[in-house]
C-alpha cells in the first residue's frame, strides 16, 4: 500500500494544536467567565488555568502514548495499541462522521459570520450561509490539491491570529496598570457568584472548557509528520502549553481595556477599541476571521483524512477506494471527498437546528460543535485505562499516576460539557413549562451513527 509523504515538520504540528485550539473563542469567552464569576477577575483567572492543566495533562498522557506507536493517526493508533483494533475502527469512525466534521462545519459558519459582521450582514441571513459553504469548499480544495500549502497557511493563519492575542496581553496590561483599570478590576467586582465563589468558579471552568478543545486534531498528521515519535509528543505539549499562556495573558490584558461591568456587557471588542482606537475593533474582526479561517483549516486537514485512516486499516465501506494515494498530489482525494460531504451535512445540520427560529429537528436540536465533547473525553477512558493495565514496565507516575490524572481530567470535561448543554437547558426549559435534553438526543444520534459504523465495519467482499 502507498504512504503519505512525510511532508510536516514540528512547526506545523504545534501550529496545528495551538491554531485549531485557539480560534474566536479565546476573544469572546473571556466575557463568558467574567460574568459566571461575578467579574472576579482572580476567580477568572484561575479557572482559566484549572481548565487548561485539564487539557494539558491528557495531552501530556498522549504525548507518553506517541513516543511508542506511530502509524496513521495518533489518537486511533493509541487506542488500537491500547484496546484492540475494533476499539480503535471506533474512535475513527466517531471521529470522521461526527467531532471532525461537525466541529469543521460550525467553523465555516463562525469564519463567515465575522466575515459578516465586517460587511454588516445578519449573522443568521442566507448571505452568511452561502459564505460558510464557500469557506468549506475552499478549505477543502486547498487541503485535498495542494496538503503542503495546507500547512503553510496553518503555520500563517496561528502567527496571525497569535498578534491581537500577544497585543492585547501585553498592551492592555501596560495601559490597565498605567491608568488603574486593571488594579480596580483586580480588587473589586461587580456581583457576588451565584451559589458563592465555589460554585462561580464551577460556572467559569464550565464556560472556558469548549474553548480549550480540538487539540487532539494535530495527531491526525501523525502519518505526514517527520520524526513523529520525536517530535509529536514535544507539539503535544508545547502547543498546549502556549495555548493556556496565550488564554490567561490574553485575559489579564482585556481588564486594562474596560471595567469588568462594561467587558461583561459589551465584550473585549470593547477593550480593543479603547486601547487601539475605533480602528482596533474593526482590526480585531479581520483578524478573527483570519484566526476561525486558520481553525478551519486544522480541522479540514484531519477531516480529508479520516476514512483513508479507517480504510489503512483494512476496515470500513469501499476500502480500496478510501485508501487510495493520488500520485500527483501524494493525497487521500477520495477521503477528503467524504470528509467535505460530511462537513456539508454538518453545516446544514447546525444552521437547521441552532440558526433558525424553531429549529427543524424539534428534540434533535443542538449544538453540534461543542456536544461531541461528551463522548470525544469518553472514549479516551478506556485507552488510558487499558494503557495503565498493559504496560507493566512502567513506573508509578507513568503507568498509573499520569493516566489517573488524565481520567480525572476527562471526567470533568464531561460533567462541565453535561452542565452547559444538559441541565443548564433543562431547568430552562421547566421554567417555561417545556422540555429540552439536548445532551439525551446527540447521545441518540451519535449511538445511530455508531450503530451504522457497526454496520460497515467488516463488510462482505464480493
Not at 122 to 141: D, K, P
Not at 259 to 270: K, Q
Request: hydrophobic letters at 50%; proline letters at 3%; glycine letters at 10%.
Amino acid at each position: 500500500m502507498e504512504k503519505l509523504e512525510k511532508r510536516y515538520g514540528l512547526p506545523t504540528a504545534i501550529c496545528m494544536v495551538v491554531g485549531t485550539v485557539i480560534g474566536s473563542g479565546v476573544f469572546f469567552k473571556a466575557q463568558n467567565v467574567l460574568a459566571a464569576t461575578g467579574g472576579n477577575m482572580p476567580l477568572g483567572i484561575l479557572a482559566w488555568v484549572i481548565t487548561g492543566l485539564l487539557m494539558i495533562v491528557c495531552a501530556v498522557q498522549f504525548a507518553m502514548m506517541a513516543t511508542k506507536y506511530e502509524k496513521v493517526c495518533g489518537v486511533v493508533d493509541y487506542a488500537e495499541a491500547a484496546c484492540g483494533k475494533s476499539y480503535g475502527f471506533y474512535i475513527a469512525w466517531f471521529l470522521v462522521n461526527i467531532y471532525y466534521p461537525g466541529m469543521t462545519a460550525v467553523l465555516a459558519w463562525v469564519s463567515a459570520r465575522y466575515f459578516g459582521v465586517i460587511l454588516g450582514w445578519s449573522m443568521v441571513g442566507s448571505e452568511v450561509l452561502l459564505l460558510a459553504g464557500f469557506f468549506l469548499i475552499a478549505s477543502y480544495t486547498l487541503n485535498a490539491f495542494s496538503p503542503k500549502l495546507a500547512g503553510t497557511f496553518q503555520v500563517s493563519a496561528t502567527v496571525v491570529k497569535m498578534i491581537p492575542i500577544c497585543l492585547m496581553a501585553v498592551v492592555g496590561t501596560v495601559v490597565g496598570f498605567a491608568n488603574g483599570t486593571l488594579t480596580h478590576n483586580f480588587t473589586h467586582t461587580v456581583t457576588e457568584a451565584v451559589g458563592g465563589s465555589g460554585s462561580g468558579l464551577f460556572a467559569a471552568i464550565v464556560a472556558s472548557v469548549f474553548a480549550y478543545e480540538g487539540w487532539i486534531v494535530a495527531t491526525s498528521i501523525n502519518a505526514e509528520l517527520k520524526n513523529a515519535k520525536k517530535n509529536l509528543p514535544i507539539a503535544l505539549v508545547v502547543g498546549s502549553l502556549i495555548v493556556v499562556a496565550a488564554y490567561v495573558l490574553y485575559y489579564i490584558g482585556v481588564a486594562g481595556g474596560a471595567t469588568n461591568e462594561v467587558l461583561i456587557h459589551e465584550g473585549a471588542t470593547t477593550a480593543f477599541s479603547n486601547i487601539f482606537g475605533s480602528v482596533g475593533g474593526m482590526l480585531l474582526n479581520v483578524c478573527i476571521v483570519i484566526s476561525c479561517l486558520g481553525t478551519l483549516n486544522g480541522l479540514m486537514v484531519a477531516t480529508t483524512r479520516g476514512m483513508y485512516v479507517i480504510a489503512s486499516r483494512n476496515e470500513g465501506p469501499k476500502q480500496e477506494l478510501f485508501r487510495q494515494i493520488d500520485k500527483s498530489t501524494n493525497m487521500v482525494t477520495n477521503s477528503a471527498v467524504w470528509g467535505l460531504f460530511a462537513c456539508s451535512l454538518w453545516l446544514v445540520y447546525f444552521y437547521g437546528a441552532n440558526l433558525t427560529e424553531k429549529g427543524w429537528f424539534g428534540y434533535f436540536n443542538f449544538d453540534s460543535s461543542e456536544l461531541p465533547i461528551i463522548t470525544i473525553y469518553a472514549l479516551y477512558i478506556p485507552i488510558f485505562i487499558c494503557w495503565m493495565v498493559k504496560e507493566k514496565e512502567l513506573g508509578l507516575f507513568k503507568r498509573f499516576l499520569l493516566p489517573g490524572m488524565a481520567i480525572f481530567s476527562c471526567v470533568s470535561m464531561i460533567l462541565a460539557a453535561v452542565y452547559a448543554h444538559g441541565i443548564t437547558p433543562y431547568l430552562q426549559a421547566q421554567e417555561r413549562g417545556e422540555f429540552s435534553f439536548p445532551v439525551l438526543f446527540y447521545l441518540i444520534v451519535f449511538a445511530a451513527i455508531m450503530g451504522i459504523g457497526a454496520i460497515l465495519k467488516n463488510p462482505k467482499r464480493k
